[in-house]
């Protein structure tokens, strides 16, 4: 729970060769970017894109993010990738690290001894970065947020220039308005809704609650201002 930025890529890539060209320019532009730390590329075939099978790799969270699901009468399965081309970044103290790639899934799969397709079709990524807590004051505030959250939105504007954005859904606002300040206020605003909402498992469950918001050196603040806002003072649907 936290404000987050939810993409999805896609190539039209006809070889891992071009694919893995598209990843290096991606991450070429990440160089550019002031993201604390840009991963090295990596690649991975076969079993070694099940996340379940490289427990103890540094690489498991974006082995995570890169399978997929499918539904299948209202049930949903995973499905692993059979060859993935991605890199790592981290845009900062407090931020969920922002991960980027293509990945090639089949188009079928056994489901309860029936063979299903996925409808997954060439090279595609889908991913999300929670860059919520980069605002707490002792991971650098509002300003680091912004550097964070911004910088991930680079990114998704360079993977637009490539042609390989598919959808965007910002949480913020900002990948719409482009608005800084708005942007500083709605994080401001989420902080304080998510510190009410955990003050209240708190006072039910006990102290032994905790979230990242809990850290927050201001939270006993955050949360009273949570608890006098009501729900229409938001401006929100």
């Not at 970065?129 to 605002?135: H, P, V």
């Amino acid at each position: 729970m936290g404000l987050t930025i939810h993409y999805s890529l896609r190539s039209d890539a006809r070889t891992p060769r071009a694919a893995r060209q598209v990843v290096e320019q991606l991450r070429a532009r990440a160089l550019d970017l002031p993201l604390a730390e840009v991963g090295d590329l990596v690649e991975f075939r076969g079993d070694d894109c099940d996340f379940d099978k490289v427990e103890r790799s540094p690489h498991r969270w974006l082995l995570i993010q890169a399978s997929q699901h499918v539904e299948r009468n209202g049930c949903h399965y995973r499905v692993d990738p059979m060859h993935v081309i991605a890199f790592s970044t981290s845009p900062g103290n407090g931020c969920e690290d922002a991960n980027f790639g293509l990945c090639r899934f089949p188009s079928v799969i056994e489901i309860e001894g029936l063979r299903c397709r996925t409808g997954l079709k060439g090279w595609t990524w889908k991913s999300f970065c929670k860059t919520q807590y980069a605002s707490n004051p002792e991971c650098g505030g509002v300003e680091n947020f912004l550097r964070c959250h911004l910088s991930v939105i680079g990114m998704l504007d360079h993977a637009t220039k490539l042609g390989i954005v598919r959808e965007v859904s910002d949480e913020g606002g900002f990948y719409e308005s482009r608005n800084v300040e708005a942007l500083a206020k709605e994080v401001g605003e989420w902080n304080e809704m998510i510190a009410a909402f955990a003050g209240r498992f708190k006072d039910m469950l006990g102290d032994g609650v905790e979230s990242e918001i809990t850290k927050f050196p201001d939270f006993e603040h955050l949360e009273a201002k949570g608890r006098s806002n009501k729900p229409e003072d938001r401006d929100t649907p």
